[in-house]
C-alpha cells in the first residue's frame, strides 16, 4: 500500500522555536509538495520540489524553509515559529512520467501545528 | 493562468438523496480536474480525474462527474448520499504539461442527516 507519512501529528510550540516537520514517502515519487490548509482558504502551496536538493517556493513560502537530501524525504523548517503560523500541513507527492504528471497527488494524514 | 472555484463551502443533504457539489474552473491551458475527499482528521484522498478521455467520469463511492467546457464546470454529483459521505470536497485542477502546481479551490463541506 502506498504512503506518505507524515512524522508528528499534533504539536505544540512557543512563538520563536524552530520548528522541524517530517515527510517520508515510500512510492519513489520525484515530486514533493507542502501545503498548508486553514478553513476558507483551501490548500495553499508552501513549497515543491522535483528532485534531490531542489526546490520551488509555492504561493506562501514566507517563513519557511524546506530540504530534500533524500528522494524519499522532504521536510518543512520553521526557522522562528509565529503565531500565525499556527495551522494544519500536509505533505504530498506525485508521480510523474516524462513531462507529465498523473494529477494524483498522495497526501499524509496532516500535522496539526499549535504555535503559543 | 488556472483557477478554480467551488460555488458553496457548505452543502447539507439528508441520507438517501442526490449530492451536488459545484466547481466552475479557468485555464489557459487543457485542463486536468480532479476532486479530493477529505474525512476529519484525515488527508485527502483522490475521489476521481478528468484528463482529456471521457467527458463523464466515475470514481469510487459512486461519486462521478461531467466535464462540461462550454460551462467551464466539473460538478460532482452521486444520486443518494449515505452517512459516510460526511467529508469535505476539493476541486482541483492542473495542466498536464507546464507545471506541476495543481490548484484547489476552497473546498466544500458537505453534512448527510439521517
Known amino acids: 500500500d502506498v504512503k506518505v507519512t507524515q512524522s508528528s501529528r499534533y504539536l505544540v510550540k512557543r512563538t520563536g522555536e524552530k520548528v522541524f516537520l517530517e515527510c517520508v514517502q515510500d512510492?519513489?515519487?520525484?515530486?514533493m509538495f507542502w501545503y498548508r490548509q486553514d478553513p476558507g482558504l483551501g490548500l495553499r502551496l508552501i513549497y515543491f520540489?522535483?528532485?534531490?536538493?531542489?526546490?520551488e517556493k509555492g504561493d506562501i513560502p514566507e517563513g519557511y524553509s524546506v530540504s530534500r537530501e533524500k528522494k524519499e524525504r522532504f521536510s518543512l523548517i520553521l526557522e522562528s515559529a509565529s503565531t500565525n503560523q499556527t495551522s494544519m500541513y500536509l505533505c504530498?507527492?506525485?508521480?510523474?512520467?516524462?513531462?507529465?504528471?498523473?494529477?494524483?497527488?498522495?497526501f499524509g494524514e496532516g500535522s496539526r501545528l499549535t504555535v503559543l | 493562468a488556472q483557477s478554480v472555484t467551488q460555488l458553496d463551502s457548505h452543502v447539507s443533504v439528508s441520507e438517501g438523496t442526490p449530492v451536488l457539489l459545484r466547481c466552475n474552473y479557468s485555464s489557459s491551458y487543457s485542463p486536468s480536474l480532479f476532486w479530493y475527499v477529505q474525512h476529519p482528521n484525515k488527508g485527502l484522498q483522490l475521489l476521481l480525474k478528468y484528463t482529456s478521455a471521457a467527458t463523464l467520469v466515475k470514481g469510487i463511492n459512486g461519486f462521478e462527474a461531467e466535464f462540461k467546457k462550454s460551462e467551464t464546470s466539473f460538478h460532482l454529483t452521486k444520486p443518494s448520499a449515505h452517512m459516510s459521505d460526511a467529508a469535505e470536497y476539493f476541486c482541483?485542477?492542473?495542466?498536464?504539461?507546464?507545471?506541476?502546481?495543481?490548484?484547489f479551490g476552497t473546498g466544500t463541506r458537505l453534512q448527510v442527516f439521517p
Open positions: 482541483v485542477v492542473n495542466s498536464l504539461f507546464g507545471t506541476d502546481k495543481l490548484i
Open positions: 504530498a507527492s506525485i508521480w510523474k512520467s516524462g513531462m507529465a504528471n498523473t494529477g494524483e497527488l498522495f
Open positions: 512510492m519513489d515519487h520525484e515530486n
Open positions: 520540489s522535483y528532485d534531490v536538493k531542489m526546490k
